[in-house]
């Protein structure tokens, strides 16, 4: 699935390669997937974005949204699978959930092999949309300081118990992070998943605000995960320390088994010594 980190990739990517193109045709997916969520039909789809230009695309948490203009945004979000560029003369996928033909006859497109929205919005309402309205700070907004994160915490502590991996998975109260960046994040800061936040020192919660800001920045540096591919098709370069390939085998750290578990709807991998 992506991440913030993987569509602020995508989000440069396109800024670099698809801003000022013009849209010949957009049609929706091809094949079907009652996962795949549109808010058009295929007709409005097609009439809506003819002849629109690539704007600006950005990324917030784990959505991505493409300007088209004028008067347009298109959405991704919740998604997993590929978004691609495709120069002219390449050739273009057999089967699609969104495909836009552009006038100098390169293309892009996005597959989707879990779930995920594919929207078309007239410009300020995809702000409106469920899970983006009222967003909280993202690990990449200046205002997602330590004081802001410290005040979180104490906020939370005032209703259910949450534990570490719930702030960091969890109803997006840290939004554009997931199952995968979590299990670095937590390892990087020395604390367990199923760590209640009550139990967290000082010292702890600067641990994990530090490894939450290195881990989305280090992912972005590297292009993104490994396993995920950006505009291009070519899978990022940041490889996890704690993830399936790692359960069973020594700790970079300290040597202990890293060891897997289910918790809270997902696998966690987690070293038993270094992450009390």
């Known amino acids: 699935m ?41 007709e409005e789809f097609a009439e809506l974005t003819q002849g629109k230009t690539v704007g600006l695309a950005r990324a917030q948490g784990r959505w991505l949204s493409i300007q088209l203009e004028p008067g347009y945004v298109l959405l991704f979000g919740e998604c997993g699978g590929k978004i691609l560029f495709h120069p002219a003369g390449s050739p273009l996928p057999v089967k699609y959930h ?33 899970y983006i309205k009222g967003m909280l700070p993202t690990p990449l907004d200046p205002a997602f300081t330590f004081d802001y994160f410290n005040h979180l915490i104490d906020e939370l502590l005032q209703g259910q118990k949450r534990s570490a991996k719930s ?22 800061a020395r ?58 085998k020594p700790c970079p750290e300290c040597g202990a088994t890293v060891q897997k578990m289910q918790y809270l709807g997902g696998a966690c991998y987690f070293c038993p010594n270094c992450q009390q």
């Open 2 to 42: 992506f991440e913030i980190s993987e569509y602020t990739v995508l989000a440069r990517q396109i800024n670099a390669t698809l801003t000022g193109k013009t849209i010949r045709a957009g049609e929706l997916g091809n094949s079907p997937h009652k996962f795949v969520w549109y808010n058009r039909t295929h």
């Open 98 to 130: 969104l495909l836009i033909h552009f006038e100098d006859g390169s293309a892009l497109s996005a597959t989707t092999q879990m779930w995920g929205a594919m929207e078309l919005y007239e410009a300020g309402m995809e702000q409106e949309r469920q």
């Open 167 to 188: 702030l960091l998975t969890q109803e997006q109260t840290i939004p554009g992070l997931g199952n995968s960046s979590a299990q670095d994040i937590l390892f990087r």
């Open 191 to 248: 604390i367990g998943p199923r760590r209640a936040l009550a139990e967290f020192s000082p010292g702890q919660r600067r641990d994990l605000y530090n490894a939450i800001v290195d881990v989305v920045g280090e992912i972005i540096a590297g292009g993104g995960r490994n396993d995920e591919s950006d505009l291009f098709g070519q899978p990022g370069g940041y490889v996890r320390s704690m993830d399936s390939a790692a359960a069973g």
